[in-house]
């Protein structure tokens, strides 16, 4: 054809590949593919996938404007898309104008997007990790008389005030007793002692009064 043709613009030639290969078939198919391309934020790129669906339609649709291309272009992207590119462009607005508001809306907003939601699995796997072992309750017991099956509180056994006075009074008792012993003991010997000198001197002294001369 080229040859046949000669050198012409897209156009010229875009109507001639439609009057030679385009069918009902051909037909049919687009507009399957069009109908089915929903756009999706997450998988899609707004440049290609628009123009991608503008193509389709004026193949389909060769005297369709411009304008109402765009729109059921955007009737493909969902309500929520949908809505947030008309506002964003005041009619009438060109192809250039719809991409470039799409390209920001889904590049700054989370509009169109899905959440994803967190498997089960790793919840519970979280929830056995922090279970930790408890560390084991201390015995409690009643201060007063020793029982562990009651506390202080519910204890029937009435404790002496003054018990803990006569103990310290009957321990500072024997403490006295046993310093009197040990100071009567220190005293004793050299008591003893001088006593035990004093008598061998009476006895010397004796013996040599004896010896005198009567």
């Keep these: 054809m080229r040859i046949d043709h000669g050198k012409h613009y897209w156009p010229w030639w875009k ?35 628009f123009l991608k669906q503008k193509d389709r339609l004026s193949a389909i649709h060769p005297d369709m404007s411009d304008s109402i291309i765009n729109i059921n272009i955007l009737r493909k992207c969902g309500g929520e898309i949908e809505h947030a590119i008309k506002c964003r462009c005041a009619e009438p607005c060109s192809t250039e ?17 899905t959440y994803t939601k967190v498997p089960m699995e ?9 279970k930790k072992k408890r560390p084991e309750r201390a015995v409690l017991k009643c201060h007063k008389c020793g029982s562990t099956s009651h506390l202080a509180n519910t204890c029937t056994e009435k404790k ?33 002692d001088h006593t035990i000198e004093n008598i061998s001197a009476f006895f010397e002294v004796t013996e040599v009064h004896t010896k005198l001369p009567q």
Excluded at 19 to 31: D, G, L, P, V
Excluded at 97 to 113: A, F, V
Excluded at 122 to 130: C, H, P
């Design 15 to 49: 109507c001639e590949i439609i009057t030679k290969w385009a069918n009902n078939y051909w037909r049919f198919k687009m507009e399957n593919d069009f109908e089915s391309a929903i756009f999706s934020s997450e998988e899609d790129k707004p440049l290609t996938w």
């Design 97 to 113: 104008d719809y991409i470039n508001s799409m390209k920001y809306i889904i590049t700054k907003t989370r509009i169109g997007k």
């Design 122 to 130: 790793s919840k519970t796997v979280s929830k056995t990790s922090r």
């Design 160 to 192: 002496n005030i003054n018990e803990v006075q006569v103990i310290e009074e009957v321990q500072c008792i024997e403490e006295k007793e046993e310093s009197d012993l040990d100071s009567e003991v220190s005293e004793d010997t050299p008591v003893e």
